[in-house]
């Protein structure tokens, strides 16, 4: 499991990252804060699928379509634990948006791989 743990690490890592520079750049750009987030877990959701089913998972995963399908779900819960978070966050107005994003990305990303590993790339 360690192993795995690192390479769902290196996976999300790449992935939160490609998420926080498109959030940032879209917030930068004067966009809405939610709406960049938004915009960011779409360009991030192909990332971490490709890397999570071929690098992350690849001895215990299903088939391409079971497993797209069922890591939609996935990312689509982690999605809405980040944006209420986000949205929480913003709302009580702890800070800045940018460590907003950060702390509610990285919170997900928690839920995320035991959701993937247990369920999302298992075979059944």
Known sequence: ????????????GLATLVHMLVGISLIGAGMAALLANLAAFL????????GHYGF??????????????????VAIGGFLINESLLALYLWLALGPEVPGLILSTGSAAVVTFFVSRNWAFRAR
């Open 56 to 73: 992350s998972f690849p001895q215990k995963t299903a088939s391409l379509s079971s497993a797209f399908k069922r890591f939609i779900l």
């Open 43 to 50: 360009v991030a959701f192909g990332v971490s699928f490709i």
């Open 1 to 12: 499991m360690l192993g795995q743990l690192i390479r769902f690490g290196l996976v999300g």
